[in-house]
């Protein structure tokens, strides 16, 4: 089988969209996989090229681009993991390519016109899709369908054996690959703050990637702070999250894996598409901040102390 996945990575986008289709076809092994990508700035396409599979570059959103490069490399399934493309836009691509199976990826309860979709959020609810899918559409939705890479599995096994130094503190900080909202600094002077108000002994392992646009102030910011380590592009998230004591990250794909490695959470906010991971830790009460302020951060922070 052919199989064609459609998604983008930038500063602006983030990396999930391509991370998580990496995981995904894996389940795939013995197919032909093909990733379509737009080589927009910030993007990770060569994540791609290093897990071996081949990249087709767009120069656009277009349908007509992406139609005629279905035909052309006889797609069988195309794998849609795109907030710009929408329930016409996939209608279309069915009714001139009847063959052709569309999966779609959703965490934002929009309108589908697929064969499968996931939604492999914490705080998936299938019954959300009611008239938003087609009546035979296969819904893939909650925890039983995140897609974890094999690290965290790896991870989990391995967390009992870990042993942690009970006079440190270590906090997890990642705030997506592009930190598009631009606060992890913001968030590191309020750890900043609290080791110093209160004298805690305290290590942050803050982790980030070359989408980052205003990475290099991040650097400058942590250079020659013995209490920060700061991971760029890191193969080693899930154990440097399983050697943390808790773990300040935004309500997204992330929550995910830190909620599986049952790591203590302090989730804040910074887009419209986490509002409803935002809302299911809310309810579960879980720590949150629909969006970040200094004094509701430190106070958080203290409680995890």
Same mark, same amino acid.
């Given at each position: 089988?052919?199989?064609?996945?459609?998604?983008?990575?930038?500063?602006?986008?983030?990396?999930?969209?391509?991370?998580?289709?990496?995981?995904?076809?894996? +389940?795939?092994?013995?197919?032909?996989?093909?990733?379509?990508?737009?080589?927009?700035?910030?993007?990770?396409?060569?994540?791609?090229?290093?897990?071996?599979?081949?990249?087709?570059?767009?120069?656009?959103?277009?349908?007509?681009?992406?139609?005629?490069?279905?035909?052309?490399?006889?797609?069988?399934?195309?794998?849609?993991?795109?907030?710009?493309?929408?329930?016409?836009?996939?209608?279309?691509?069915?009714?001139?390519?009847?063959?052709?199976?569309?999966?779609? *990826?959703?965490?934002?309860?929009?309108?589908?016109?697929?064969?499968?979709?996931?939604?492999?959020?914490?705080?998936?609810?299938?019954?959300?899709?009611?008239?938003?899918?087609?009546?035979?559409?296969?819904?893939?939705?909650?925890?039983?369908?995140?897609?974890?890479?094999?690290?965290?599995?790896?991870?989990?096994?391995?967390?009992?054996?870990?042993?942690?130094?009970?006079?440190?503190?270590?906090? *997890?900080?990642?705030?997506?690959?592009?930190?598009?909202?631009?606060?992890?600094?913001?968030?590191?002077?309020?750890?900043?703050?609290?080791?110093?108000?209160?004298?805690?002994?305290?290590?942050?392992?803050?982790?980030?990637?070359?989408?980052?646009?205003?990475?290099?102030?991040?650097?400058?910011?942590?250079?020659?702070?013995?209490?920060?380590?700061?991971?760029?592009?890191?193969? +080693?998230?899930?154990?440097?999250?399983?050697?943390?004591?808790?773990?300040?990250?935004?309500?997204?794909?992330?929550?995910?894996?830190?909620?599986?490695?049952?790591?203590?959470?302090?989730?804040?906010?910074?887009?419209?598409? +986490?509002?409803?991971?935002?809302?299911?830790?809310?309810?579960?009460?879980?720590?949150?901040?629909?969006?970040?302020?200094?004094?509701?951060?430190?106070?958080?922070?203290?409680?995890?102390?």
């Amino acid at each position: 089988m052919n199989i064609l996945i459609r998604a983008n990575s930038s500063s602006y986008i983030g990396i999930g969209h391509i991370m998580r289709g990496l995981v995904l076809v894996k +389940q795939y092994s013995n197919d032909n996989i093909i990733f379509a990508t737009e080589n927009l700035d910030g993007n990770i396409n060569h994540k791609i090229i290093e897990a071996g599979y081949k990249i087709e570059l767009l120069k656009s959103n277009s349908f007509d681009e992406l139609n005629e490069l279905i035909k052309k490399l006889n797609i069988d399934m195309i794998i849609i993991d795109n907030y710009e493309i929408n329930y016409n836009f996939e209608k279309n691509l069915k009714e001139l390519n009847p063959s052709l199976k569309i999966f779609v *990826f959703d965490d934002t309860y929009e309108k589908h016109f697929c064969d499968i979709l996931i939604n492999h959020n914490i705080s998936a609810n299938e019954k959300k899709y009611k008239n938003l899918v087609p009546n035979n559409c296969e819904l893939r939705c909650g925890s039983k369908y995140t897609l974890l890479r094999d690290e965290f599995l790896e991870a989990k096994k391995q967390k009992n054996s870990i042993k942690k130094d009970k006079k440190i503190k270590t906090i *997890f900080v990642a705030m997506g690959g592009a930190d598009h909202s631009n606060i992890n600094i913001d968030i590191l002077k309020v750890v900043n703050k609290i080791r110093k108000k209160n004298k805690k002994n305290i290590k942050v392992n803050i982790v980030s990637t070359n989408a980052n646009k205003n990475l290099e102030k991040l650097k400058n910011y942590c250079k020659n702070k013995k209490w920060i380590n700061l991971y760029i592009n890191s193969k +080693q998230i899930a154990k440097l999250m399983s050697e943390s004591d808790f773990a300040i990250v935004t309500p997204s794909v992330t929550v995910n894996e830190v909620y599986y490695l049952k790591l203590p959470i302090i989730a804040i906010k910074t887009a419209d598409n +986490q509002i409803d991971i935002y809302r299911y830790l809310k309810k579960k009460r879980f720590s949150v901040l629909k969006k970040f302020k200094i004094n509701k951060l430190v106070k958080l922070i203290k409680e995890k102390m």
